[in-house]
Structures are given as structure tokens and as C-alpha cells.
């Protein structure tokens, strides 16, 4: 063991991708697990999706186009966590990162996410290979959406040694 009287600095990283969260189709990128069933009858849409559970292993991408070049996978589990008049979700997400300059890197988000809102900031609370210790926030703000299908485009900050 090599103990050094100099302690890190610790190093900023602003990153921007796209996440493609796929529910329809033959090729889900994400499949709700658990849930009430779908014939909930006299509930509003936001009570009628509460309890439900996804889970998703979501590409990440450079442009907002799903064959735009591949930088890493969102996965984990979202829930639909509220009940009355906001949208909202609770994300237990690690951001994976498979090519570029964080190839083999990873952070985690855990926090609540009012979908319906036009920007949804959330924590970062950790990460692995570059960014392991890592800390800071996420911007998520959606690009598009097709029924349940949607493209989130990312602005994260990241603090780390």
C-alpha cells in the first residue's frame, strides 16, 4: 500500500446522449412486471397506472435518432409512484457506458421523476470505472414521444476523482 500526501481533485464531466424507452412493438426496451391489471375501471389515468413496475434496458445514443451511434444502456426499474395529479415515476437506473471516452464506466440515478414536467432534474448518487465515487445531477427533458414510447434527451454533470 502507497499512501500519498496529495489527495485527488476531483474532475467535472458534462455529458449529453439520448435514451429510447421502448414499451410497444415486437422489441420492447422496457416490460412492465408488475402492476394492476388493465381493466382497472373508473380510475384516472394517473391512479390507474399506480403500483406499476417497469424494467428496462434502454439504448443510449449520441442524436436523438435510435440509429444514431450507440455510447451505453440504461438499466434498472422505474415505478409508477403517485397517485394524484402529477405523472411521476421513482428511477433505480445505472447508466452504462459501452464505447467513447467513458467505455467501461457507469453512474446511478435514484430519485423521482415528474415525467410531465418539460424539465426533470435528478440525483446522481455514485458510479463505477472512471466515475467510480462519483456525484452530481441529471437533466432529463423528452424529445419525443409515440403512445408509450418516448426519447429522453440527457444533459448530466458529473463530479468525480
Known amino acids: 500500500l502507497v499512501a500519498s500526501s496529495e489527495a485527488k481533485k476531483p474532475k ?47 439504448p443510449l445514443t449520441v442524436a436523438p435518432h435510435m440509429n444514431s451511434t450507440l ?24 447508466y452504462n457506458f459501452v464505447s467513447g471516452p467513458y467505455n467501461g464506466s457507469s453512474f446511478s440515478v435514484v430519485g423521482r421523476n415528474p415525467i410531465m414536467r418539460e424539465v426533470r432534474e435528478m440525483p446522481i448518487v455514485g458510479g463505477t470505472g472512471m466515475f467510480r465515487f462519483a456525484r452530481g ?15 429522453i434527451g440527457y444533459n448530466v454533470t458529473l463530479v468525480h476523482y
Open 71 to 94: 455510447i451505453g444502456r440504461a438499466q434498472g426499474i422505474y415505478a409508477m409512484s403517485s397517485q394524484y395529479d402529477e405523472f411521476s415515476l421513482l428511477m433505480t437506473l445505472t
Open 12 to 58: 467535472v464531466a458534462r455529458i449529453e446522449f439520448y435514451m429510447h424507452d421502448v414499451v410497444g412493438g415486437s422489441s420492447p426496451t422496457a416490460v412492465q412486471v408488475a402492476g394492476r391489471s388493465s381493466n382497472v375501471s373508473n380510475l384516472d389515468p394517473i391512479a390507474a397506472m399506480f403500483g406499476s413496475i417497469f424494467v428496462m434496458d434502454n
Open 137 to 151: 445531477y441529471c437533466l432529463a427533458k423528452t424529445y419525443s414521444t409515440h403512445q408509450m414510447d418516448a426519447v
